[in-house]
Antibody
Framework: EVQLVESGGGLVQPGGSLRLSCAAS????????MHWVRQAPGKGLVWVSR????????NYADSVKGRFTISRDNAKNTLNLQMNSLRAEDTAVYYC?????????WGQGTLVTVSS | QSALTQPASVSGSPGQSITISCTGT?????????VSWYQQYPGKAPKLMIY???KRPSGVSNRFSGSKSGNTASLTISGLQAEDEADYYC??????????FGGGTKLTVL
C-alpha cells in the first residue's frame, strides 16, 4: 500500500523558515517524480513544485520561485520542501504527491500557518 | 501561470448527468493531452479520477468520463449518486514544465 506521510508543519512568523518532509513507502520511491501541492483554508488546490526521480530536475510555481527549494533523499525515501521568506499567503495545507504529470497518490497533508 | 477556469458550482439530481468544464489556453489544455481530474471530500486529500483527458485509474467508476475540445476539458458524471457530492479540480501540464489547477467546482447532489 502506498503511503505518503508529511511532517514539519506548524506556526511560523512572516519572514521565517520551515522545512517540510514526506516519508514515502509502499512503492519504489526512487523511480517516481514527486510534487508538493498546497491548499489555503477554504480555497482550491495550487501546484507548488516538482522534482524528478533522481533529484536533478526541479520546477516551481512563480509564487514560490526563489523562496522554496524541493529536494529528495532516495536512500531514505524522503521528499523535502525548504520554505524561506514565508508570507501570510503561504498559509495552507501542504500535500506530498507522487507522479510525473499525473498526481497518483496524495498524503494527508501538513498545515503551515504564517502569522505573527 | 493563471489558474484554469471552472464553474464555482454545479448541481444535479440523483440519476442525472452533469458536466464540469475546465477552460485553459493554448499554453496548457489546448496543447497537451495531459489533463487530469481530482475529487476531494471536505477535510480529505484529493483523489485521482481521470488522467490524460479521458483515462480512468483502476477502481474509479465508469460513471466518470473525460473529454477535451480545443482549450476546454470536461468531466462528465453520469447516473449521479449522493456519494458524488464533493469538490472537483482539473489540472493540466503547462508549457513551462509546470502544472496548473482549476479553481475547483463544488458538486451538489440535490
Amino acid at each position: 500500500e502506498v503511503q505518503l506521510v508529511e511532517s514539519g508543519g506548524g506556526l511560523v512568523q512572516p519572514g521565517g523558515s520551515l522545512r517540510l518532509s514526506c516519508a514515502a513507502s509502499g512503492f519504489t520511491f526512487s523511480s517516481y517524480w514527486m510534487h508538493w501541492v498546497r491548499q489555503a483554508p477554504g480555497k482550491g488546490l495550487v501546484w507548488v513544485s516538482r522534482i524528478n526521480s533522481d533529484g536533478r530536475s526541479t520546477n516551481y510555481a512563480d509564487s514560490v520561485k526563489g523562496r522554496f527549494t524541493i529536494s529528495r533523499d532516495n536512500a531514505k525515501n524522503t521528499l523535502n520542501l525548504q520554505m524561506n521568506s514565508l508570507r501570510a499567503e503561504d498559509t495552507a495545507v501542504y500535500y506530498c504527491v507522487s507522479g510525473h504529470v499525473v498526481l497518483d497518490y496524495w498524503g494527508q497533508g501538513t498545515l503551515v500557518t504564517v502569522s505573527s | 501561470q493563471s489558474a484554469l477556469t471552472q464553474p464555482a458550482s454545479v448541481s444535479g439530481s440523483p440519476g442525472q448527468s452533469i458536466t464540469i468544464s475546465c477552460t485553459g489556453t493554448s499554453s496548457d489544455v489546448g496543447t497537451y493531452n495531459l489533463v487530469s481530474w481530482y475529487q476531494q471530500y471536505p477535510g480529505k486529500a484529493p483523489k485521482l479520477m481521470i488522467y490524460e483527458v479521458s483515462k480512468r485509474p483502476s477502481g474509479v467508476s465508469n460513471r466518470f468520463s473525460g473529454s477535451k475540445s480545443g482549450n476546454t476539458a470536461s468531466l462528465t458524471i453520469s447516473g449521479l449518486q449522493a456519494e458524488d457530492e464533493a469538490d472537483y479540480y482539473c489540472c493540466s501540464y503547462a508549457y513551462n514544465s509546470t502544472l496548473v489547477f482549476g479553481g475547483g467546482t463544488k458538486l451538489t447532489v440535490l
